[in-house]
Nanobody, 126 residues
Framework: QVHLIESGGGPAKVGGSLTLTCEIS????????MAWFRQSSGKEREAVAA???????KKADFVKGRNRFSLDTSDVTMSLQLDNLKPEDAATYFC????????????????????WGQGTQVTFSA
């Protein structure tokens, strides 16, 4: 059985950086895809970035130019460093995974993913 465990959320500062990590507990067979989604209060869940075990990535426009995104296939750990944080980055971030690859259209569709973590919250102090 596959479980996803997120970490790295918490208080953050506008203009600062944070790193979110997602680890898999259990076995997931190659090929597989993993992704970050986020959801803030009153808004729908939106895709942030996705990565395929062969290395292909997709990213939302709002993180382009201010992120480092990677997948360590040796221990199936996905990391997202987000720089120049903005107030709109405050959200609960969810890790997702599925067997197989994603397409240009499916990577951002939450229904495409089978496994989900419980989320890690990023907040900004006033």
């Amino acid at each position: 059985q596959v479980h996803l465990i997120e970490s790295g959320g918490g208080p953050a500062k506008v203009g600062g950086s944070l790193t979110l990590t997602c680890e898999i507990s259990g076995v997931i067979y190659d090929p597989y895809s993993m992704a970050w989604f986020r959801q803030s209060s009153g808004k729908e869940r939106e895709a942030v970035a996705a990565i395929y075990s062969a290395g292909r990535t997709k990213k939302a426009d709002f993180v382009k130019g201010r992120n480092r995104f990677s997948l360590d296939t040796s221990d199936v750990t996905m990391s997202l460093q987000l720089d120049n944080l903005k107030p709109e980055d405050a959200a609960t971030y969810f890790c997702a995974a599925r067997l197989g690859r994603f397409s240009d259209s499916s990577w951002a569709d939450s229904a495409h993913y089978t496994y989900w973590g419980q989320g890690t919250q990023v907040t900004f102090s006033a």
